[in-house]
T-cell receptor, first 116, second 109 residues
Framework: EAQVTQNPRYLITVTGKKLTVTCSQN?????MSWYRQDPGLGLRQIYY???????DKGDVPEGYKVSRKEKRNFPLILESPSPNQTSLYFC???????????????FGSGTRLTVV | QKEVEQNSGPLSVPEGAIASLNCTYS??????FFWYRQYSGKSPELIMF????GDKEDGRFTAQLNKASQYVSLLIRDSQPSDSATYLC?????????FGTGTSLTVIP
């Protein structure tokens, strides 16, 4: 089944304790991205990756890191989480957004993160 | 900052009616336009995308794009209670996708 797999689904952590949210896709998509979704603010892009070893900041990158060492994986790292990073996080992937056209995202199931 | 605006609703329509959802965007350089449906507690799922001016139909769904007026709309014909969800509009600028905050739709049986 074509899918984007995120783990964990739920996470409660304490301020300052480093954490990683994993994301893996099995569709051979070039483009992967992380979003956070907050009430009233909608989905905001944190980071995106056009392909292996190519990453770029989205609109809200502060406090987050990413890496893209393999095409299928795109982990999101919070080195020192703070309460304002409490949110619902989505990983998403898509075929290339180059001149070949855009086909929209497949989203993962989401990770609900609470930082206390 | 790229703006994608949607009326948050809630929008209520009776079963069998046409639901009309609208989205406006700020940048004329936008390239591609998407509609997603998100059920409560679930992740967004792609309904359809449109690149060119005019209409694109897929089953009960029709997307309409007017680049000159900078709006994109989604029509849902013969609305069903299972269509009750939040509908997200997304616009691609360059290499990034920007989302509106969504319109909540309720279809009343």
């Amino acid at each position: 089944e074509a899918q984007v797999t995120q783990n964990p689904r739920y996470l409660i952590t304490v301020t300052g304790k480093k954490l990683t949210v994993t994301c893996s896709q099995n569709m051979n998509h070039e483009y992967m991205s992380w979003y956070r979704q907050d009430p009233g603010l909608g989905l905001r892009q944190i980071y995106y990756s056009m392909n292996v070893e190519v990453t770029d900041k989205g609109d809200v990158p502060e406090g987050y890191k990413v890496s893209r060492k393999e095409k299928r994986n795109f982990p999101l790292i919070l080195e020192s989480p703070s309460p304002n990073q409490t949110s619902l996080y989505f990983c998403a992937s898509s075929f290339s957004t180059g001149t070949g056209g855009d086909y929209g995202y497949t989203f993962g199931s989401g990770t609900r993160l609470t930082v206390v | 900052q790229k703006e994608v605006e949607q009326n948050s609703g809630p929008l209520s329509v009776p079963e069998g009616a046409i639901a009309s959802l609208n989205c406006t965007y700020s940048d004329r350089g936008s390239q591609s336009f998407f509609w997603y449906r998100q059920y409560s507690g679930k992740s967004p799922e792609l309904i359809m995308f449109i690149y060119s001016n005019g209409d694109k139909e897929d089953g009960r769904f029709t997307a309409q794009l007017n680049k000159a007026s900078q709006y994109v709309s989604l029509l849902i014909r013969d609305s069903q209670p299972s269509d009750s969800a939040t509908y997200l509009c997304a616009v691609k600028y360059g290499n990034q996708f920007y989302f509106g905050t969504g319109t909540s739709l309720t279809v009343i049986p």
